[in-house]
């Protein structure tokens, strides 16, 4: 007997999540169906739920910064499929998105049929985008490739502490944050810095803005 399929949906939007929900069911009929409404939720569900087909990700949830989700849930879950579903909906967002390793990128106007539509190309090993987006523009640079493959070299506690960083937190807040030492913090500050070869704080927040994303001004 064939296991049914699994989906995780990740989205901190209660009312899309429940459009995607009723998309992944039109294109998978009997699918499990997994609900994250936060990086660090699907950073759990993808751990809990290794064995999933798809993960559909908004890459404007909290305690994500731009494509860092993605990046880090390709590098530590390479044969789960990532579909980034967005209201960024530019070319060179979708574009960056299918770069640092994304399967598909469903815009959040698209309609029920067309989310299910791709999604049902995405789990039969396909890749998706809109019909009239080109596939002309320009590779990215190499060095950031080279940084998108350092991001996904953190362990999760190295991630959420870069994360927080990122929002300007102390090693005392994000050690309380996480309730761990202040050592301990250190420790994993010095290890990510030795990872994304850069030799500061500042560097590493500075160097993380590269996966940053502008947030759409009428996102759901």
């Given amino acids: 007997m064939q296991l049914a399929q699994k989906v995780i949906i990740a989205d901190d939007h209660p009312l899309f999540r429940a459009a995607l929900k009723q998309a992944v069911m039109q294109a998978v009929p009997g699918v499990k169906i997994v609900e994250a409404d936060s990086l660090t939720a699907v950073q759990g569900a993808a751990e809990q739920h290794a064995d999933a087909d798809l993960i559909l990700l908004d890459i404007h949830m909290p305690g994500a910064q731009g494509f860092s ?26 574009k960056r998105a299918m770069d640092y390793g994304a399967s598909g990128f469903i815009p959040k106007s698209s309609p029920l049929e067309t989310i299910a539509d791709a999604i049902s190309h995405v789990l039969q090993g396909e890749e998706w ?16 490739y080279n940084f998108a493959a350092a991001i996904a070299s953190l362990t999760p506690q190295q991630f959420r502490v870069l994360t927080m ?37 500042t560097q590493a927040v500075i160097a993380a803005q590269r996966l940053g994303v502008e947030p759409p001004k009428a996102d759901m």
Avoid: C, W
């Fill in 129 to 144: 985008l809109p019909e009239d987006i080109s596939d002309s523009m320009d590779e990215l640079p190499e060095e950031d």
């Fill in 69 to 94: 989700g993605l990046v880090f849930l390709r590098g530590q879950h390479p044969s789960i499929p990532v579909i980034v579903v967005s209201g960024s909906e530019e070319i060179h967002v979708m």
């Fill in 165 to 201: 960083l990122t929002e300007g937190l102390l090693n005392k807040q994000i050690a309380y944050e996480l309730n761990v030492s202040e050592a301990t913090i250190k420790a994993h500050v010095t290890a990510i810095l030795r990872k994304l070869g850069v030799h500061s704080r």
